[in-house]
Every structure is written in C-alpha cells, then in structure tokens.
C-alpha cells in the first residue's frame, strides 16, 4: 500500500508540474502581442489607456467574433469596460494590428474630427477589396479633392430633385411587382432596388445585364470587406477577392464603352458620376486614371446602397412590431397627400422634409441597427487624449455601435422609441450613423431620400407579413435576419401619388 501511495503521489508532482507549465506558457503567451509591441514605445507604453492585446496573430479577434456571433453583441467592449472601467479608450489588438478602441462621444469625436493627428486605417482586406485609390486609401487632400468633386452629383437640392423622380417610379413599381410575387426575400429585394438605384446615378447608360451582373458579384465582395485577411479557398476574403476581379473587369468594359461613345458622339447633355469622373482634371490638369476612376466606382458602390437598403428593411419591420407606431408614421404619410395640389405628380423634397415623425423613425433606426459598427483610423503622431497616448502608427477603431447602445448617452438603448427624439438634439459624437468630419459618408442624404420615398408608399399602401419573424439574427458585417428577412408584401389600397 505504501509503494501505491507513493506511485500516487509521483503522479500528483508530475501532474502539478505539467499544469504549473502549462499555465506559466499560457500566460507568457498571452503577454507576447504587449512585450512584442509595447517594448518599442519605451516610456509611452505606461501611458497607453487600459486594456489587453489578446493572443499572438490572433489577438483579441476570437473574442471580437464570439461576441458578435452570440445574441448580444455588445459583450465585447463591454468586457472591456467591466474590467478596466468606462475609460472610453482601450487597447487591443485587433485585425492584425494594436489598435487603440475608442468607445465614448468625446473619444470618438476627437478621432473622427481631427485630420492632423488621424488618417484612414482600414484593414487590409478593406483596402485591398474597395480600392487603394478610393477614398479608404487616400491622403487627407487627396481625398478632400476627391470628395468635393463627387459629392456634388450625389447630395445637394439639386441633385436630389433630379434623382426624386427616379427613385419614387422605381419605389412605386417595385412595390406593385413584390406585391405579386409571393414569398421573398424582403432584404435581398430591398438591396436590388437600391443598387438599381446607385447604379443609374453612376452610370446611367449601363445596361440591364450590367447591373444585374455587378449587383450580383459585389454581395460576394461586401461579405470580406471586413473579414481576416485569409487568402485561402473557402474563407470570405479569398472569395471576395475573385469578385473584385470580376467587378473591375465589368467597371473596365464599362469605361471603355463610355469612352468610345463620348469619342464618337461628344459629351453627354445630361452627366452621370463616371462622365463627371472622366471630364475631372486637377490644378495641372491631370485627369483620374481609369484605376483611380474603378476604385472610386467601387468605394460608392460599397457606401450608396448597403445601408439604404438594410435600414430601410428595419425601418419597415420595426414599424410592423409597434403598431402604434406604424399608424402614427401613416397618418403622417396620409396628410401629406391630402395636403398636396391637386395638379401635383409624385414627392417633392419640401413634402419630405414635412415628414417629422418618419424622419424620426429613420433616425431611431439609424441609432438602434447601428448599421456601420465601426470606422477604422491611424494614429499620424503621437496623440495625447482624455490623459492616455495613443502611439504613432497604432490603429484606431471608432466605435459607432456602442455609443448608440450606451446608457449614459441614450437612456435604454434597447428600445426602439422615435419619440426619444422629440426636441432633442444630440451632442457632438452621440449621433454617428455616417461617421463625422471630413470623411462624413458622401451619400447619406441620398441614402436617407431612397428611405423616406419607400416607406411614405410603404405606409399608404403596403403591409409586411414575415414568415419567421423569430429568425436569428447575425450582426457581421451587418445586422440582419439569417433569412434576410422572408416575407409577403400586402397590398390594400390602390397606389396612391
């Protein structure tokens, strides 16, 4: 009995040793990315804001994508907050990168305002896939340059009276033909029309068979824009990368067409995006090369329509899931109608405008799907803020999300309620659906046009029936039901103008 005991006890002492290893290398391991990263900052690094860098190469992404696709994504920075408290900047290391979280309305702000000490610091995957001449590759003056020459054809009084037309026919018959279809995929359909949309804004002469082809390998791109950089078969940025091909060669024939046709016939009376991308000329007189023009097509491609089409979708169901709500934004719709002259056609802007409390919905949508759950930046310098460094060349992730969903910032964030904006105007950085600054997405009032045109004849005319309305949700790249949403569309009145 005595040798057995002893024999026990050997096992006990090989046992402990084994696992004291174990934990010693666990934890050496878990202390790489910092002594890796943190070491080349010499005294700056005991000014970095509180947080960890996860696992080598990995770094905090399993937790990153754990969190979000679990029901309640928010557990990722929440973590962070329970452990090292409401900072409202953390390090991690995230993309492959040590970034630096900001999470809270002033952080984010200060990020997002500054061009002297922040410049874009998307991932890999997202620069390669959009383009690097686009607007998430450039420099601050060639992007302001860039920015102020395409703008103009997709904002402003001007260019939204002439797109208001277009969108309402496209609203009104697409509306007619899902009402006669059946069982659909409310989302995908949804994403078809504002792609259609876009795609008349940038190259209006471009064909049916055009567009159904480029809506159809840009979904396969917009699913890596923002996955690992894993170049290998069956991952979603190997396949995004065969669909970036594929869309330049589209773009390219594209081109090619516009310009023999300009060649032969002389300018267009009437200019869309890529005439306006092929008469540009800088101060010397440059004119974009056909890969700056690709990538620019690309980058507007990716912003003009995704988020149109998904909070439209919200917007829609949300409505449906509070009834009261819903009659409240139809009353609204109806008066407008009855309001209008009776020699007056279709929508005009100032009727939009007149739309308060839809405009309220399309904003509490904004805040409560988050659409973009976070912008990416690069520290230029290093930046002292709210008594942390944030070190030279360290990323920088703006966290649009959790301000939305912060309590101290929107009392019960989980509740979907326009009323909370009733007279309430928000402080700088509380209220970010499209970023802020200079890099402000270029097309979020055409984006909030197409939404207010669909749902005004949605409200007068349509119904939504899902068919699983307790569909699980996925919230990468962005929220939606994993069946995107299948529905019928009722219709229960005669379209009404």
């Not at 005991?5 to 696992?19: D, K, P, R, Y």
């Not at 934890?27 to 790489?32: I, P, S």
């Not at 003056?141 to 002439?162: F, I, M, Q």
């Amino acid at each position: 009995m005595e040798n057995t005991g002893e024999g026990i006890n050997s096992w006990v002492v090989v046992f402990t040793a084994l696992l004291g290893g174990f934990v010693v290398v666990l934890g050496l391991l878990k202390r790489a990315n910092e002594w890796y990263y943190e070491r080349k900052l010499g005294e700056t690094r005991l000014s970095l804001p509180p947080g960890d860098l996860g696992w080598p190469l990995i770094g905090n992404m399993w937790s990153f994508l754990r969190a979000f696709k679990s029901n309640d994504p928010e557990s990722f920075i929440n973590g962070f907050v329970k452990r090292f408290g409401r900072t409202g900047m953390y390090k991690a290391f995230m993309f492959g990168n040590p970034t630096i979280m900001v999470t809270i309305p002033e952080t984010c702000k200060q990020v997002l305002m500054d061009d002297e000490k922040f410049k874009p610091g998307w991932p890999q995957s997202t620069v390669e896939l959009i383009g690097r001449k686009s607007f998430v590759g450039l420099s601050y003056e060639d992007h302001k340059w860039l920015r102020r020459l395409t703008a103009a054809p997709v904002n402003g009084h001007e260019a939204l009276s002439v797109y208001l037309e277009f969108i309402e026919d496209n609203v009104v018959s697409t509306l007619e033909k899902w009402s006669n279809m059946g069982e659909i995929e409310f989302l995908t359909q949804l994403r078809k029309l504002t792609f259609r949309i876009i795609m008349h804004i940038f190259i209006s002469k471009g064909g049916e068979s055009v567009m159904e082809a480029l809506e159809e390998v840009y979904t396969t791109l917009n699913y890596g824009v923002r996955a690992m950089a894993i170049n290998l078969p069956g991952f979603a940025y190997y396949r995004a990368r065969q669909s970036r091909k594929r869309l330049v060669e589209i773009f390219q024939s594209v081109v090619n067409d516009r310009k023999t046709v300009r060649a032969r016939d002389g300018l267009p009376a009437k200019k869309d995006m890529l005439d306006n991308l092929l008469d540009v000329k800088d101060v010397d007189g440059r004119q974009l090369d056909d890969e700056e023009i690709i990538d620019t097509l690309v980058m507007y491609l990716n912003a003009g329509h995704e988020s149109s089409g998904h909070i439209t979708m919200w917007a829609t169901v949300l409505l449906h899931e509070h009834p009261d709500m819903f009659q409240k934004a139809k009353a609204e719709a109806e008066e407008i109608v009855k309001n209008r002259p009776s020699t007056q056609k279709g929508l005009t802007l100032k009727e939009i405008r007149q739309m308060d409390y839809l405009n309220k919905v399309i904003d509490e949508t904004m805040r409560f799907i988050s659409f973009s759950l976070v912008v990416f930046r690069e520290a230029k310098k290093d930046v002292n803020m709210n008594g942390y460094v944030i070190p030279k060349g360290w990323k920088v992730q703006v966290w649009l999300r959790n301000v939305h969903k912060d309590p101290e910032v929107y009392p019960d964030p989980k509740k979907f309620d326009p009323s909370r904006w009733d007279g309430y105007t928000p402080k700088a950085g509380s209220y970010l659906p499209f970023g802020a600054g200079s890099r402000l997405c270029p097309g979020n009032d055409l984006a909030k046009l197409e939404i207010a045109i669909f749902m005004h004849h949605f409200l007068l005319n349509y119904r939504l029936e899902r068919l699983n309305p307790k569909c699980r949700l996925m919230y990468l790249p962005h929220t939606r039901p994993t069946d995107n949403c299948v529905a019928r569309v009722r219709k229960i009145s005669a379209p009404s103008m």
